[in-house]
């Protein structure tokens, strides 16, 4: 079994910052893609930024130049450290992998349950 926790979601000012924590654990054999979505109310839920397991990077543009993904792999963690931080983010933000377990050939997305942003005026 493979489970993702996040943490990390506060309330915070607009204009601040927050890092945003991701990890994977359980019968992991390897680990490829990360990605954090997030959901605000009422809408959709949207990719906010992705890291290959090469480390390719790729940002949603409303978050472009303000959000930062990275991972440590032998940690099997991924990060989000977003500044400039806008009402507009305000979401809960879920953690996404692409796993491959010890007991399996293939790949499988797994979810966290989420981590609320809020960003007041």
């Known amino acids: 079994q493979v489970q993702l926790v996040e943490s990390g979601g506060d309330l915070v000012q607009a204009g601040g910052s927050l890092r945003l924590s991701c990890a994977a654990s359980?019968?992991?054999?390897?680990?490829?893609?990360m990605a954090w979505f997030r959901q605000a109310p009422g809408k959709q839920r949207e990719l906010v930024a992705a890291?290959?397991?090469?480390?390719?990077?790729d940002y949603a543009d409303s978050v472009k130049g303000r959000f930062t993904i990275y991972r440590e792999k032998a940690k099997n963690t991924v990060y989000l450290h977003m500044n400039s931080l806008k009402p507009e983010d305000t979401a809960d933000y879920y953690c996404n992998a692409e796993i491959r377990t010890t007991a399996s050939l293939r790949f499988v997305d797994y979810w966290g349950i989420g981590t609320l942003v809020t960003v007041s005026p």
């Open positions: 890291i290959s397991s090469g480390g390719t990077t």
């Open positions: 359980g019968s992991i054999f390897s680990i490829n893609a």
